[in-house]
């Protein structure tokens, strides 16, 4: 069974460019996750879909960040414009949206580091 | 916030188990308590999860107290492929519920 996608798996920009992550979960879970996970700490959640509406995105940093889920499946989260706090792993996980609200599987993530 | 206490490191001997420990003192009676494991630039990965009961799988075992503010997972013979960071969390289970992560613990098994 195919794991969660994730490109790029490295992006090196400068302040205040802009940058896009991509990410394919595992086919038929309808909940999708993105994390980021700065240096030494443990991966915060930013936002959470259910199939492409948003659960929770209390996390997210509104002004610069954005993530859409087009028709359920594929999403995207974007930086723009983006700071040096901003160097991270940014993580993205699905699930099934059963009851029990199973295990998250995440992808290997995609490394930011912003100069 | 992270509703779950841990030490920041621990060692094992490789073949020896390692017992990880979590403190979840505060935990409601509907809230389960999840094991993940982060090993070096790869996402996290679930290890177990239990409500009540003490738990086994292929990976793990997690025994929780009676009454239920610590538990511990239990590697029963660590190898150094399970050197990791541990995340013990609670969570309601339920599709719609968040994970979330604190710092856990960085298990280091030593040959």
């Known amino acids: 069974e195919a794991g969660v996608a994730q490109s790029p798996r490295y992006k090196i920009i400068e302040k205040r460019q802009s940058v896009a992550f991509w990410c394919n979960p595992i086919?038929?879970?309808?909940?999708l996750y993105w994390y980021q996970q700065i240096l030494g700490q443990g991966p915060k959640l930013l936002i959470q879909?259910?199939?492409?509406?948003?659960?929770?995105d209390s996390q997210l940093p509104k002004d610069r960040f954005s993530a859409e889920r087009l028709k359920g499946v594929d999403s995207t989260l974007k930086i723009q414009p983006a700071k040096l706090e901003d160097s991270a792993v940014y993580l993205c996980a699905s699930s099934l949206a059963d009851f029990y609200g199973g295990e998250l599987f995440f992808g290997e993530g995609s490394r930011l580091t912003v100069l | 916030d992270a509703k779950t206490t841990q030490p920041p490191s621990m060692d094992c001997a490789e073949g020896r188990a390692a017992n990880l420990p979590c403190n979840h003192s505060?935990?409601?009676?509907?809230?389960?308590v999840y094991w993940y494991r982060q090993i070096h630039s790869q996402g996290p990965q679930y290890i177990i999860h239990?409500?009540?009961n003490n738990e086994t799988n292929e990976m793990a075992s997690l025994i929780i107290t009676e009454d239920r503010k610590s538990s511990t997972l239990i590697l029963p013979h660590a190898t150094l492929r399970d050197t990791a960071v541990y995340y013990c969390i609670v969570r309601v289970r339920g599709a719609t519920n968040k994970l979330i992560f604190g710092t856990g613990t960085l298990l280091a098994v030593q040959p």
């Open positions: 086919s038929g879970h309808a909940t």
């Open positions: 879909f259910q199939n492409n509406g948003v659960v929770d």
């Open positions: 505060t935990i409601s009676g509907n809230e389960y």
């Open positions: 239990g409500l009540k």
